[in-house]
């Protein structure tokens, strides 16, 4: 079993009193009094950590409600966690986000960069200001320009190519509207060198605009997430899916392909034990040849939609949409009454300048796809594909899910299951 964790047993083991603290803060919670009942602690091997329940956003958010954790040494920041209805679920970090660890075995950024900052700041986002902190350990420069609107891309983009901008940062959804805007426009980045990401999987997409834009310019990736803030990075050496942990985090894949976290870093404000994000992957070797176990990140486990009975593969209906020519972006709309799903609707954000043929892509993903021809067979109208020119966002989180669910009677959408 130990053979599932990132680390191996004499690895991980001196460091596990860390979690055997979490443990016993969580044993503090009311609503926890059965949860762990069973496990006496305290957490002495990665056999007694396996055996625990693993931990949900909602439990976090339950236990993060009890404990109110706040820093020894620096302001505690409250930062938005998911969640995709009521009020904004909330994550801790004290100043800093633990970027030094990142810093320390991570150099995508470097004193000689000019940065530009490209995820959006406020609204309780978390990475604009984690990104700021690894700037700041970095000693760049940086160039602050969170979220902008559609008109204002083309000034920017100049002003970025006049500045000698030599990495950006942000969403894979927010870099792939600056450079397919880039690219519209003929603009240039003939400086930029690093692609910094994370908040979604990396888009293979972007690699084509970014050859026209800017050829020089590699991804360097982080994952992770509010609670268990940065878990890994890669480097352009690495496939996109693949990350190498640091050490305070020890990833563990579960028998059901899950992986879940754990915080080995005594200074983490959140109770990240066994926490699953939702994400399933697989500890794998890297091929960039690092040493040390690292993780695949195969997407995320709740993207299957249940369409009438049936189980709708999201990710592979939005694939399929994105590789027709001219898609720029695809995103799936499912429509409930009542729990029944009334209508499934593809939405294409096209390229600049592009033409797409939406009914023939209508017809191949009908028929191409079992649960939509299956669960709509009587009333095929029901499943649609349409341009449109703006996909739908979670206010938010500023996300852009793959997946949306929506009541039938209600006039705003839900975001769905990636929020
Ligand atoms: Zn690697």
Redesign the pocket.
């Known amino acids: 079993m130990t053979d599932a964790f990132s680390l191996p047993p004499e690895a991980a083991e001196p460091h596990l009193h860390v979690a055997a603290r979490t443990l016993e803060l969580l044993r503090t919670v009311p609503a926890f009094a059965d949860r762990y009942a069973g496990h006496p602690g305290p957490v002495r091997g990665l056999d007694e950590l396996a055996a625990l329940p693993p931990l949900l956003k909602d439990d976090l958010n339950t236990a993060l409600a009890h404990l109110e954790p706040r820093s020894e040494t620096a302001a505690t920041w409250l930062f938005q966690s998911g969640g995709s209805t009521g009020a904004p679920k909330v994550g801790y970090a004290p100043t800093g986000f633990y970027m030094d660890g990142v810093h320390a075995h991570w150099r995508a950024l470097d004193r000689d960069d000019v940065f530009a900052n490209a995820w959006g700041a406020g609204r309780m986002w978390g990475a604009h200001f984690l990104a700021a902190a690894l700037a700041d350990r970095a000693g760049c420069r940086v160039i602050a320009l969170g979220s902008i609107t559609r008109e204002e891309y083309p000034d920017w983009l100049a002003f970025l190519a006049d500045r000698g901008v030599t990495a950006i940062g942000g969403t894979p959804s927010v870099l792939r509207l600056w450079f397919a805007h880039a690219r519209a426009a003929g603009l240039k980045l003939p400086a930029l060198r690093k692609v910094l990401w994370l908040g979604e999987a990396w888009q293979p997409q972007l690699e084509e605009d970014l050859a026209a834009v800017a050829p020089q310019a590699r991804r360097w990736g982080m994952f992770g997430s509010t609670e268990t803030w940065v878990v890994g990075t ?2 352009p ?3 996109a899916d ?3 942990p640091l050490p305070e985090q020890l990833v563990h894949a579960g028998p059901d392909g899950l992986l879940d976290f754990t915080t080995l870093n005594p200074e983490m404000l959140n109770p990240v034990l066994r926490y699953r994000t939702g994400d399933a992957g697989e500890l794998a070797d ?5 040493p040390g176990r ?1 993780f695949r990140v195969l997407g995320r486990r709740d993207n299957v939609v249940q369409v009438r009975g049936l189980g709708l593969h999201v990710d592979e209906l939005v694939a399929r949409a994105e590789r027709e020519p001219g898609v720029s972006r695809a995103q799936v709309v499912v429509t409930e009454d009542g729990g029944r799903a009334t209508g499934v609707e593809v939405l294409l954000l096209a390229g600049p300048g592009a033409a797409v043929d939406a009914a023939a892509l209508r017809a191949e993903l009908l028929s191409g796809t079992f649960t939509l021809s299956t669960a709509f067979q009587h009333d095929p109208e029901h499943v649609t594909v349409r341009v449109t020119d703006a996909l739908v966002s979670n206010d938010r989180t500023g996300k852009t899910a793959s997946l949306v669910v929506r009541e039938a009677a209600a006039d705003a959408p839900a975001p769905g299951a990636a929020s």
Do not use: K, V
Request: proline residues 14%; contains cysteine; aromatic residues 8%.
């Open positions: 890669n480097t050496d690495c496939p693949t990350f190498h890297c091929p960039c040849g690092r690292s």
